[in-house]
């Protein structure tokens, strides 16, 4: 079978020529779309998208470092500052710029005197800093070191030292509760916001206190270096530099002066002075010793310091004003006594006290053992009978001492500009039912009645309840310095009761009553006031026949808290004021809290001689807070065999000071304090 021959197509010079023309005419118009593309995209990046790579490469040029700025002023109701900034040396290192990394911490840190930790640190923070994020050797120098620093800078390339701002407090543990302190942003604080300026080296935000509160309005907006970098980011030149704005200052109605004093006059106990303006409510003062220096933990708290800190058992860490809750004993005396009078019972009816009362199947006892004989409403306060309390408070029931108690702003939460606080109890039947799942008993009234069982109240709280006694007003703590603050309303009670408790208020102090101490010595100013014992243990009866065992011969945790509320002049109210003292137990005189109390108030009446009279007792307590302290962390460094930075003579001072505030209080053992509750 024959299969039929294709047709074989000839290929001619012109056909060839034709195909080629067609095959370029597709390959040059692929060619051309493409650079067509090419060009359009071209031309969209140099123009529509000209602004965002022009941004890119100014960025792979230009490095942004951000200034910290400067935190806006706290100052108080005068204008003086309570927290400032200072000049402040640092020195930071830049990685990109060092030639002999090891030689250059080492110079540095014999120059400054780091120790072998710190010393690790820069070398850790070196490894992980991009090279030219600053990494920060050292802060708060002092100029000569600064100087020392600055004169070697062409030995030393990679080195930075500045010149910026840190926070200071002038009053230093004065008001380290009332303020908190500033202090390096943490990895939580970081995560939470993704804020640049956080991990710049040198800023410092809020961490307790005031300074936590009014954070966001005490940071002012950063400045700004601009420095031309290298792809690689070695540095080339400084661009230009933007200043920062520092923050709005924020004035309170604290008096620096008077809060400074309160501090002081604390003396070594452990406890809080509120002052309150009768007037229009303003806390002219809240000091809660002992107290730590903001000032450290500003540069950079030690470890050792901190752990002598946290050991101490007065805590000083803790701010007792505001998170401190403590039975309010006989204090609360003269608020009772309202709500009896408010209930129809007379101020001249009498009760006979024998030294103790049956309610029930307890015996309650009076703080005097043989008992007051036959005491009115005057006496009873005056003299501070539990007895007569007894018996009055189970005539009106707990309920109308409890609403009472709220009227004067026990329990109450005032709205205050701090981060935390802790709110006292105002016990009643509805209370307990809630709390316990029990009834109200009889003996629940007799134990409330005179500040005990399950009542509790903080030194705010008392502060006020003392101004509203005096003014008979519903007035509230202020410490923002505004004027826009609505007329406080009536407590709603008769003025001629609020006239009575004054009036036995004043025979407490002036007319030899329990607070005879707290006499003012201010020429024409009496002080009216309520003294208080509060036990934080229970006395059994055995002990009771046995003798009750003296506050000195307990340990400290054991002994009883001394309190006192007041207000001054008592005839025409202008300040009050409340002083708490953990476990003070009325063992020193000077230093319990009636004393303390009235010449906190005296500073405000004649601050001269209230000054003369505390410098001439800080000789016996060992000096200031500050030298204290010192004293406190040169006897903690020795204890643990370590360097003190004080003198031989100097160290034998501190030495005779614990000495000398340990004998007193042991002294004070066989002194016994005025009529105490």
């Given at each position: 079978?024959?299969?039929?021959?294709?047709?074989?197509?000839?290929?001619?010079?012109?056909?060839?020529?034709?195909?080629?023309?067609?095959?370029?005419?597709v390959?040059?118009?692929?060619?051309?779309?493409?650079?067509?593309?090419?060009?359009?995209?071209?031309?969209?990046?140099?123009?529509?998208?000209?602004?965002?790579?022009?941004?890119?490469?100014?960025?792979?040029?230009?490095?942004?470092?951000?200034?910290?700025p400067?935190?806006?002023?706290?100052?108080?109701?005068?204008?003086?500052?309570?927290?400032?900034?200072?000049?402040?040396?640092?020195?930071?290192?830049?990685p990109?710029?060092?030639?002999?990394?090891?030689?250059?911490?080492?110079?540095?840190?014999?120059?400054?005197?780091?120790?072998?930790?710190?010393?690790?640190r820069?070398?850790?923070?070196?490894?992980?800093?991009?090279?030219?994020?600053?990494?920060?050797?050292?802060?708060?120098?002092?100029?000569?070191?600064?100087?020392?620093?600055?004169?070697?800078?062409?030995?030393?390339?990679?080195?930075?030292?500045?010149?910026?701002?840190?926070?200071?407090?002038?009053?230093?543990s004065?008001?380290?509760?009332?303020?908190?302190?500033?202090?390096?942003?943490?990895?939580?604080?970081?995560?939470?916001?993704?804020?640049?300026?956080?991990i710049?080296?040198?800023?410092?935000?809020?961490?307790?206190?005031?300074?936590k509160s009014?954070?966001?309005q005490?940071?002012?907006?950063?400045?700004?270096k601009?420095?031309?970098?290298?792809?690689?980011?070695?540095?080339?030149?400084?661009?230009?530099?933007?200043?920062?704005?520092?923050?709005?200052?924020?004035?309170?109605?604290?008096?620096?002066?008077?809060?400074?004093?309160?501090?002081?006059?604390?003396?070594?106990?452990?406890?809080?002075?509120?002052?309150?303006?009768?007037?229009?409510?303003?806390?002219?003062?809240?000091?809660?010793?002992p107290?730590f220096?903001?000032?450290?933990?500003?540069?950079?708290?030690?470890?050792?310091?901190?752990?002598?800190?946290?050991?101490?058992?007065?805590?000083?860490?803790?701010?007792?004003?505001?998170?401190?809750?403590?039975?309010?004993?006989?204090?609360?005396?003269?608020?009772?006594?309202?709500?009896?009078?408010?209930?129809?019972?007379?101020?001249?009816?009498?009760?006979?006290?024998?030294?103790?009362?049956r309610?029930?199947?307890?015996?309650?006892?009076?703080?005097?053992?043989?008992?007051?004989?036959?005491?009115?409403?005057?006496?009873?306060?005056?003299?501070?009978?539990?007895?007569?309390?007894?018996?009055?408070?189970?005539?009106?029931?707990?309920?109308?001492?409890?609403?009472?108690?709220?009227?004067?702003?026990?329990?109450?939460?005032?709205?205050?500009?701090?981060?935390?606080?802790?709110?006292g109890?105002?016990?009643?039947?509805?209370?307990?039912?809630?709390?316990?799942?029990?009834?109200?008993q009889?003996?629940?009234?007799?134990?409330?009645?005179?500040?005990?069982?399950?009542?509790?109240?903080?030194?705010?709280?008392?502060?006020?309840?003392?101004?509203?006694?005096a003014?008979?007003?519903?007035?509230?703590?202020?410490?923002?310095?505004?004027?826009?603050?609505?007329?406080?309303?009536?407590?709603?009670?008769?003025?001629?009761?609020?006239?009575?408790?004054?009036?036995?208020?004043?025979?407490?102090?002036?007319?030899?009553g329990?607070?005879?101490?707290?006499?003012?010595?201010?020429?024409?100013?009496?002080?009216?006031?309520?003294?208080?014992?509060?036990?934080?243990?229970?006395?059994?009866?055995?002990?009771?026949?046995?003798?009750?065992?003296?506050?000195?011969?307990?340990?400290?945790?054991?002994?009883?808290?001394?309190?006192?509320?007041g207000?001054?002049?008592?005839?025409?109210?202008?300040?009050?004021?409340?002083?708490?003292l953990?476990?003070?137990?009325?063992?020193?005189?000077?230093?319990?809290?009636?004393?303390?109390?009235?010449?906190?108030?005296?500073?405000?009446?004649?601050?001269?001689?209230?000054?003369?009279?505390?410098?001439?007792?800080?000789?016996?307590?060992?000096g200031?807070?500050?030298?204290?302290?010192?004293?406190?962390?040169?006897?903690?460094?020795?204890?643990?065999?370590?360097?003190?930075?004080?003198?031989?003579?100097?160290?034998?001072?501190?030495?005779?000071?614990?000495?000398?505030?340990?004998?007193?209080m042991?002294?004070?053992?066989?002194?016994?304090?005025?009529?105490?509750?």
């Amino acid at each position: 079978m024959k299969f039929p021959k294709p047709n074989r197509k000839t290929v001619t010079e012109a056909s060839q020529s034709f195909t080629f023309t067609r095959r370029a005419m597709v390959v040059g118009g692929i060619q051309g779309g493409m650079g067509m593309l090419l060009a359009a995209r071209m031309a969209w990046i140099s123009v529509a998208e000209n602004e965002k790579y022009q941004l890119l490469s100014e960025s792979n040029r230009v490095n942004l470092t951000l200034i910290p700025p400067r935190r806006g002023w706290i100052i108080d109701r005068h204008g003086k500052p309570l927290a400032n900034n200072r000049t402040d040396f640092r020195v930071d290192l830049i990685p990109d710029r060092l030639r002999d990394r090891k030689a250059t911490v080492s110079t540095l840190a014999k120059l400054l005197n780091l120790p072998a930790d710190e010393v690790e640190r820069i070398e850790s923070d070196i490894d992980k800093a991009s090279g030219f994020q600053p990494v920060q050797v050292a802060e708060s120098l002092t100029y000569d070191q600064f100087a020392a620093i600055s004169v070697r800078l062409p030995e030393l390339p990679g080195v930075a030292p500045t010149q910026g701002f840190s926070r200071y407090y002038p009053a230093g543990s004065a008001v380290g509760h009332l303020l908190g302190y500033v202090g390096a942003a943490s990895a939580k604080d970081y995560e939470e916001n993704k804020d640049p300026l956080l991990i710049t080296p040198g800023y410092k935000l809020g961490k307790d206190g005031l300074e936590k509160s009014f954070d966001r309005q005490l940071t002012g907006k950063p400045g700004a270096k601009r420095v031309e970098v290298t792809a690689r980011g070695k540095i080339v030149r400084e661009l230009t530099t933007r200043p920062d704005q520092p923050g709005h200052n924020i004035q309170l109605t604290i008096d620096a002066g008077l809060q400074e004093f309160a501090g002081r006059r604390l003396a070594t106990q452990s406890g809080s002075v509120v002052v309150i303006d009768c007037r229009n409510g303003d806390v002219l003062a809240m000091a809660s010793m002992p107290s730590f220096d903001p000032n450290s933990f500003s540069d950079g708290i030690s470890q050792l310091e901190w752990q002598m800190l946290s050991d101490d058992d007065h805590v000083p860490l803790r701010n007792k004003t505001l998170k401190g809750l403590y039975p309010p004993g006989s204090t609360v005396k003269p608020m009772v006594a309202l709500a009896l009078l408010e209930s129809g019972i007379s101020p001249n009816d009498s009760v006979n006290c024998s030294g103790a009362l049956r309610v029930g199947n307890t015996l309650f006892h009076c703080h005097k053992r043989r008992g007051h004989g036959g005491v009115n409403m005057e006496r009873a306060i005056a003299q501070s009978c539990d007895i007569y309390f007894y018996q009055m408070a189970q005539r009106v029931g707990m309920n109308v001492i409890a609403d009472m108690a709220r009227r004067v702003g026990m329990g109450q939460k005032f709205p205050l500009p701090f981060p935390s606080q802790s709110y006292g109890t105002v016990p009643d039947p509805a209370w307990k039912m809630r709390k316990y799942k029990e009834k109200w008993q009889v003996y629940d009234t007799v134990n409330a009645t005179i500040g005990q069982g399950y009542m509790l109240i903080n030194p705010i709280q008392m502060a006020v309840m003392a101004a509203r006694l005096a003014s008979g007003k519903m007035l509230m703590p202020h410490f923002m310095m505004d004027q826009k603050r609505p007329e406080p309303a009536s407590i709603g009670v008769l003025p001629e009761h609020l006239v009575t408790i004054r009036q036995a208020m004043s025979a407490v102090v002036n007319g030899g009553g329990t607070g005879g101490a707290a006499r003012m010595q201010v020429p024409g100013v009496l002080l009216a006031g309520k003294t208080g014992t509060a036990q934080v243990r229970r006395i059994t009866m055995a002990e009771r026949r046995g003798g009750v065992r003296r506050d000195a011969s307990l340990p400290f945790k054991l002994r009883d808290h001394s309190l006192f509320q007041g207000f001054a002049p008592y005839d025409n109210p202008r300040y009050a004021v409340a002083c708490i003292l953990e476990h003070g137990g009325h063992m020193i005189r000077n230093q319990d809290a009636g004393p303390i109390a009235s010449d906190t108030l005296s500073f405000l009446f004649d601050p001269k001689k209230a000054m003369e009279k505390l410098v001439a007792l800080e000789k016996e307590w060992g000096g200031t807070p500050a030298e204290r302290m010192s004293a406190q962390m040169a006897t903690f460094r020795a204890a643990k065999g370590l360097e003190t930075t004080l003198s031989p003579e100097a160290m034998n001072a501190a030495n005779a000071t614990v000495a000398t505030v340990a004998n007193s209080m042991t002294a004070s053992d066989n002194a016994v304090p005025e009529q105490p509750d």
